[in-house]
């Protein structure tokens, strides 16, 4: 099996090769920015970091975009944080147009809205553990139970269009999405190369996915 992550220029590359070589051992997992290598891949995962107009025009400018929205057409695809956030329509950061494969766009914490128990004041960015809840049965989230905690590290997170592409939420001042599924596609706002037991699961269960 070959595993394709997408290198742009703007993501945790190492960690994630790496989590992805420790549930996978002996799989080619190979960090690339060769359209070709995405094509030939089995899989892909399409991480990323940093600020969405940045990585839009890096994206772009290495002639990445064509093969990223072949591959979430046609095979097992897992987006990770600003991953997931390029997926969508437009991002409220910058007003910057996404990839428009899935409906709906990604907006900022609401400053109003960012308290928590007691009325303590909740900081942006969110940073750090939180708490998991599937939306609905999904093969990625086997072995997985409510609630589990993974980690994050963001200040925007998509809203989508359509309610059945929710197939997680979490709970920062308000609930959010935090993951996305539809056919081929998952993709999630934490980092599941950074969240320990439960986010190698999810990223073995990514592995022996058929979607």
Not at 5 to 20: H, I, Q
Not at 82 to 97: N, V
Not at 118 to 138: D, I, Q, S
Not at 162 to 170: H, I, K, M
Request: net charge negative; aromatic share 10%.
């Amino acid at each position: 099996m070959k595993i394709a992550v997408v290198d742009y220029g703007m993501g945790n590359l190492r960690s994630v090769s790496k989590a992805l070589e420790h549930v996978a051992p002996g799989t080619d997992v190979r960090v690339s920015s060769d359209p070709a290598d995405l094509g030939a891949a089995d899989r892909v995962v399409f991480p990323g970091q940093g600020a969405m107009p940045d990585c839009m025009r890096e994206l772009d400018s290495r002639g990445l975009r064509p093969a990223v929205m072949a591959a979430a057409g046609t095979k097992p695809f897992l987006g990770i944080c600003i991953g997931l956030q390029m997926l969508f329509e437009r991002s409220e950061e910058g007003d910057t147009p996404g990839l428009g494969i899935l409906p709906g766009r990604v907006g900022r914490f609401p400053p109003e809205k960012m308290q928590g128990e007691g009325g303590t004041r909740l900081k942006v960015p969110h940073m750090g553990w939180n708490n998991v809840h599937p939306a609905e049965a999904h093969a990625l989230w086997s072995g997985i139970g409510d609630g589990e905690r993974f980690y994050f590290v963001h200040s925007y997170f998509p809203e989508p269009d359509a309610p059945e592409l929710v197939a997680g939420f979490s709970v920062y001042g308000i609930p959010f999405t935090c993951a996305v599924a539809r056919d081929n596609i998952f993709a999630v706002q934490f980092h599941p190369e950074k969240s320990q037991t439960a986010g190698l699961k999810l990223l073995s269960n990514f592995i022996a996915w058929n979607p």
